[in-house]
């Protein structure tokens, strides 16, 4: 429609410039189809680069001769009107021209074309990384609630095995945290306020199991009322203070602080007793693997975690964002 106007324009005989149209943009229309969904994945996405140039150059002379013979019987004998001199047919200068508008047409909207393909392959990698990402976090989820069940269960038992009064009210917090990681739990975030009382409630079970033994101290500095965090995150560091924390008859003693730092993110810090004799490596289980798994999903390289044991003390730090 363009070159129709304004060639129309520039000769005024728009009904010269519409059939010169309709033919040159309707053969070079041809010639692009065939070389993107042809000629190109056949040849270049194949690494056969000297195939496609050959096969590329026959294409042109089909071109040319297609798109000459069409203008010579049903336009105008005179193949390159717009030329200052008449040309021939099949002239040298006549080839030269209509091969580079050939070219032109081919590099410009084959460009348009593997811009786009690039753009839509960017969106759906972008898309299927977002369904995996959902999909291993689920998987990460599940896979700990069964873990975290496992151990408050063997503390019932322990419970169950003195007949101690304790067990009801063991019952009654584990139900409320089945509840939370069951039905409660259903996106990638949890509220942290919401988050410390499920650890609280955590360390009340493991309270009634160990008695006085139990020593826990919790810190918070700053606004943490909208602060959202990945859901039972910290808890699964909890669950490893009692499992590697028990010496003998000793107390375990835990201490954890939860602190903003400019308001774009949260630090958590926790120590407690370790008990040299456990083997870390055979008994840690899932959680602080599923840990680290999880937060390289979430936050990819936007976070910070380091343990370190020293003196016969666990300690632990993690830095997460919370924009």
Not at 93 to 122: P, Q, S
Not at 275 to 285: A, D, I, L, R, Y
Request: aromatic share 16%; with cysteine; net charge neutral.
């Amino acid at each position: 429609m363009f070159n129709f106007i304004r060639w129309g324009s520039y000769y005024e005989d728009y009904w010269y410039s519409f059939k010169s149209n309709l033919v040159t943009v309707s053969v070079g229309m041809i010639l692009v189809y065939i070389n993107i969904y042809y000629l190109y994945p056949k040849y270049i996405l194949k690494k056969k680069y000297l195939s496609y140039i050959l096969n590329f150059i026959i294409a042109l002379c089909i071109f040319y001769v297609v798109r000459t013979e069409l203008i010579y019987f049903f336009i105008n004998e005179n193949v390159w009107p717009e030329s200052e001199s008449p040309q021939k047919a099949y002239a040298f200068n006549h080839i030269l021209v209509v091969f580079m508008i050939g070219i032109y047409d081919v590099a410009l909207v084959t460009t348009i074309k593997l811009t786009a393909d690039w753009i839509f392959e960017r969106k759906k990698i972008e898309q299927l990384r977002e369904v995996q990402l959902r999909t291993e976090l689920k998987f990460l989820r599940t896979q700990l609630q069964p873990h975290f069940f496992f151990n408050t269960l063997n503390s019932l038992y322990a419970l169950t095995l003195k007949k101690s009064d304790d067990a009801p009210r063991l019952v009654i917090k584990l139900s409320d945290l089945m509840q939370y990681v069951l039905y409660e739990v259903t996106s990638s975030k949890a509220g942290l306020l919401q988050e410390i009382n499920h650890i609280n409630n955590y360390i009340d079970i493991e309270y009634l199991r160990f008695k006085d033994r139990v020593e826990s101290e919790m810190d918070i500095t700053g606004d943490l009322e909208d602060v959202e965090v990945p859901p039972l995150l910290f808890l699964s560091f909890i669950e490893n203070c009692f499992k590697h924390g028990l010496v003998d008859n000793e107390n375990i003693k835990i201490k954890m602080s939860f602190e903003m730092v400019n308001k774009n993110y949260l630090e958590f810090k926790l120590t407690n007793n370790f008990n040299p004799k456990v083997n870390t490596e055979s008994k840690q289980g899932i959680g602080i693997a599923n840990s680290k798994r999880r937060l390289k999903l979430l936050f990819d390289n936007d976070f910070v975690l380091e343990t370190k044991i020293k003196d016969d003390t666990y300690n632990l730090f993690l830095k997460i964002p919370v924009r």
